[in-house]
């Protein structure tokens, strides 16, 4: 419906203690294009790979990115 809006948040990486580092996930490049979204309905208002600090359960921090796609219906 127009003025609808699909927001698509993923992973964009893993934290690199042992047992989630060799995880791969899609670029958000990637997740753009296989969301397929035609591009005469839809305006990307965002798109982009905010960071965030995570904590293992040992304690130790990491910083990871997720992606974070909003589209917008015209």
Known sequence: APGGAILVVDHGSAPTWPGHSDTEFPTLAATLEELALDRER????????????????????AEIFDHVILARCR
């Open 42 to 61: 839809f305006d990307i208002e965002r798109a982009d790979s905010p960071t965030r600090t995570v904590t293992s359960p040992d304690g130790e921090q």
